[in-house]
């Protein structure tokens, strides 16, 4: 009898480790916010039925391990992924998520952080972020994501080689972990979290070439409503009343990011904020300032308005995505001495940037 015992937990105990990092979907282990949900058994697998949400891990803190689930794919245009390490009610963290509609793209997933409620993307865009797959939409894929402190890689299908390996974009702090669906309503089943396997697969992360020469630090206002700024007459008045709140420096060699010290959506009314530097110039001159921005902007120079535009997500054609970089261009008509340079920057969503550098700093100083 003992010797039938034994036998039995022998072939028992492969599936009884495997079971104990599966997670029931049920709402004593979830909690599911979404518009509507369905936890119903399809395909052969016990599986949830989600529109326009996600499941938060009950009781639960992630900092290393893998993550693993199921999701049956649609077509439509939506963002299903995984979001770990969340805090501060997921306003900060890191995510991988799937542009469904964008199959054998290059932009046809993404890496991000989370910053203050903003995900980044038009910064942290191209191939060291997504990565090219033919999505199937009639059958599971499966999607594995492994974490060990600063770095990240993921695996769809089973894939013995890291479809993306990225270097995480916050400080490593556990947090919470979300397992979210899209806007179109997609199955999700088989989540397992193991937070002791968190071993790498020949991490190899694609690098970005920098651009050289931009402004490196810029000071940072207090945020204030965009229709300030419509009467250029009044503009002093606007720039008077505000608080620096910080500095900001470029990321990626390509630009910085205002989310690292301003909340967008804090409650109070308002999407924009002054960034500033301050020129030196050895004489009266014109010099060329190559900058970029999200999503909208209006520069000024020693308090005269000068320059206005868009360059937020479908504002020039209707696949314009809004990434960051040197896209846009002014001829500064500098004086002697010290000038301020004012870039009013408004945002919707995609990432809060701005970027710039002088074409020619021959005569010209930047003031830190």
Not at 51 to 70: A, P, S
Not at 90 to 98: A, C, P, Y
Not at 202 to 209: A, E, G, L, Q, V
């Amino acid at each position: 009898m003992k010797r039938i015992l034994l036998i039995t937990l022998t072939i028992m105990l492969p599936n009884l480790i495997q079971s104990q990092n599966s997670i029931p979907i049920d709402t004593t282990h979830w909690n599911i916010q979404a518009k509507s949900y369905v936890i119903e058994n399809y395909k052969g697998k016990e599986a949830i039925y989600i529109q326009n949400g996600g499941l938060f891990l009950k009781d639960v803190k992630f900092l290393n391990g893998t993550i693993e689930f199921d999701i049956f794919l649609k077509e439509g245009r939506m963002y299903p992924g995984v979001f770990f390490r969340g805090v501060n009610r997921f306003q900060d963290g890191e995510q991988w998520f799937i542009r469904t509609h964008l199959s054998g793209k290059e932009d046809g997933n993404q890496a991000a952080p989370a910053i203050k409620g903003i995900t980044p993307w038009q910064l942290y865009f191209g191939p060291k972020y997504s990565f090219t797959y033919d999505y199937k939409y009639d059958d599971w894929t499966h999607v594995k994501v492994v974490v060990n402190n600063d770095k990240a890689q993921v695996f769809l299908d089973y894939s013995e080689k890291p479809n993306l390996s990225w270097t995480l974009f916050n400080e490593p702090q556990e947090g919470g972990l979300m397992i979210r669906g899209g806007s179109i309503a997609m199955y999700i089943a088989d989540i397992k979290v193991d937070k002791k396997n968190y071993e790498l697969v020949n991490f190899n992360p694609i690098k970005r070439t920098p651009i050289a020469g931009l402004i490196e630090e810029w000071d940072v206002s207090d945020m204030f409503e965009e229709k300030l700024l419509d009467n250029p007459n009044k503009i002093n008045a606007v720039i008077e009343n505000r608080k620096w709140n910080g500095k900001i420096k470029v990321e990626e060699g390509t630009a910085a990011n205002i989310s690292r010290v301003q909340l967008l959506r804090n409650g109070e009314p308002g999407e924009t904020v002054f960034t500033k530097i301050k020129i030196h110039s050895d004489k009266d001159q014109i010099k060329l300032f190559n900058f970029g921005y999200s999503d909208r902007v209006v520069a000024i120079l020693n308090g005269t308005a000068i320059y206005r535009g868009t360059n937020g997500w479908r504002s020039r054609d209707y696949r314009y995505l809004g990434t960051i970089g040197l896209f846009d261009g002014i001829y500064l008509n500098l004086k002697k001495g010290n000038n301020t340079l004012l870039m009013a920057v408004s945002e919707n969503f995609g990432g809060w940037l701005i970027t710039g550098k002088f074409e020619n700093e021959s005569g010209i100083k930047i003031i830190k």
